[in-house]
């Protein structure tokens, strides 16, 4: 590898301090890895996990410090340590009386509200050595500007950005009047700042029973993610699966090993069934192997119409470019002459068979020709996007020094994104220039995703 410079090397210290800091703290409010946990302890980590990095699969995760096995209790977190809507008006009276008198927002504003107004107090809010840990920066669909939007290219993914982008501003609007009757720090009042406490809420919150907003659970979210697999998790919870819950007889946030565990291996936690698109929207990253993703493609009002026993959408096409079985069945009906609808034909597309060889024939054509249909009537190609995808990643390297030749030659639509963020004459492209570069680089991955299912 690189040699890291002083500045990263000071940065890495820094980090290390206060990652050492807040599992201090975190001890102290009897947050543990094990069940017999001790206030008088440096870490609350050290006896089934601990904080490590994993490059190649979410960064800065918990690694098993030994042998774990399924269902085992990895880490414990009382309520008391959660940072709640609860918690925090328990600790601040004007935080209380203020959200009283704001009853028509919903329990995620006034979360959201809430931690800004636990971030305005800096050093002094009794969070500070959690919140100094929390991302600065989100890829939520919420976030991204015109551009990265339009760069999605199909329909319905910039549909759901629009629809993202316009809900945040909204919320941000009717939570203004409460965040300056706290007095909130200018800058704390700002969409952008509201952009980054809704985002830290949408991904990073856990499920409880009280608040439909959920809770951020301090140590908790160092757990990076995992897709559930075919053996569907042991505890299913309301919104989303996670391997535990706040258990009412421990008055604790408890989670457990999903699975056994080597000593080393990153120890993961499930968010449940979500398409990478659900996915950016929620969390802001996607997985290029997802079992639970699924691509739709626009459909005859008349084949909506067979299908209304169905849910709209079951009809889809599997990320391993299999079509579902609700989309076949209603394409073996819908693709015979109406005449021939008698009830042994319904009755064999209903039980998932073939009605015969030429009907099965006539499916997987119209399927195919479907899918090329698509694929053509968007902008770019699967191998334009690789390539894209690939200059992006030059465009990303601080190793490589490119010249302006060499940056024009990578095509139109990085040109595009290098005179829409001003970015030509840039000397190194700055914090933001690079943050956006990040989300661009998702829809690019996403419509490339999108693609190469069509095209399987």
């Known amino acids: 590898g690189r040699e890291r410079t002083d500045m990263e090397v000071s940065s890495m210290d820094l980090e290390q301090q206060t990652m050492g800091m807040f599992l201090r703290w975190a001890s102290e409010l009897d947050i543990s890895d094990s069940i017999d946990s001790s206030r008088f302890r440096d870490s609350c980590l050290g006896r089934s996990l601990s904080v490590a990095e994993f490059p190649l699969a979410g960064g800065r995760g918990l690694g098993a410090i030994r042998e774990l096995w399924k269902g085992e209790l990895v880490l414990k977190v009382p309520r008391s340590a959660l940072m709640t809507t609860e918690t925090m008006t328990a600790k601040d009276r004007k935080l209380s009386d203020a959200i009283n008198l704001h009853g028509s927002l919903s329990s995620t504003q006034i979360l959201s509200v809430c931690l800004l107004y636990e971030m305005c107090k800096g050093k002094s809010s009794f969070w500070y050595p959690y919140l100094v840990h929390l991302p600065r920066d989100y890829d939520l669909l919420a976030t991204f500007g015109e551009f990265e939007k339009q760069a999605l290219q199909v329909g319905d993914a910039v549909w759901a950005a629009e629809k993202a982008i316009a809900k945040s501003q909204s919320e941000w609007k009717d939570s203004v009047t409460l965040m300056k009757e706290l007095d909130l720090k200018p800058k704390f009042q700002t969409l952008q700042a509201w952009l980054w406490a809704s985002a830290t809420i949408s991904s990073r919150t856990l499920h409880i029973p009280w608040d439909s907003a959920g809770c951020l659970c301090p140590v908790g979210d160092l757990f990076n993610y995992d897709a559930p697999g075919d053996d569907s998790n042991f505890s299913e919870g309301p919104e989303r699966l996670t391997d535990g819950g706040f258990d009412e007889d421990a008055n604790a946030y408890c989670l457990y090993a999903r699975r056994n565990y080597q000593l080393g291996e990153q120890v993961l936690l499930c968010y449940g069934t979500y398409t990478n698109l659900e996915l950016l929207e929620h969390y802001g990253f996607m997985l290029e192997e997802n079992s639970n993703d699924k691509v739709f493609i626009p ?6 119409s067979l299908a209304s026993s169905w849910p709209k959408d079951s009809l889809h096409i599997h990320q391993d470019g299999k079509p579902s079985f609700a989309l076949v069945s209603t394409l073996r009906l819908w693709l015979i002459p109406q005449s021939h609808r008698d009830k042994s034909v319904m009755r064999l597309v209903y039980a998932g068979s073939q009605i015969s060889v030429k009907n099965e024939i006539i499916v997987m054509k119209w399927l195919s020709e479907k899918c090329a249909s698509v694929l053509m009537d968007l902008p770019t190609s699967v191998l334009e996007d690789t390539v894209i995808l690939h200059n992006i990643d030059k ?21 595009a994104f290098l005179s829409v963020n001003r970015l030509w004459d840039a000397n190194g492209f700055s914090g933001k220039a690079i943050r956006m570069m990040s989300k661009w680089r998702l829809s690019v991955q996403w419509r490339l995703r999108y693609k190469r299912t069509l095209a399987d």
């Open 299 to 304: 459909l005859e009002t008349s084949l909506y």
């Open 395 to 415: 465009l990303q390297d601080p190793k490589l020094r490119l010249e302006r030749e060499e940056i024009e030659a990578f095509g139109n639509e990085v040109c």
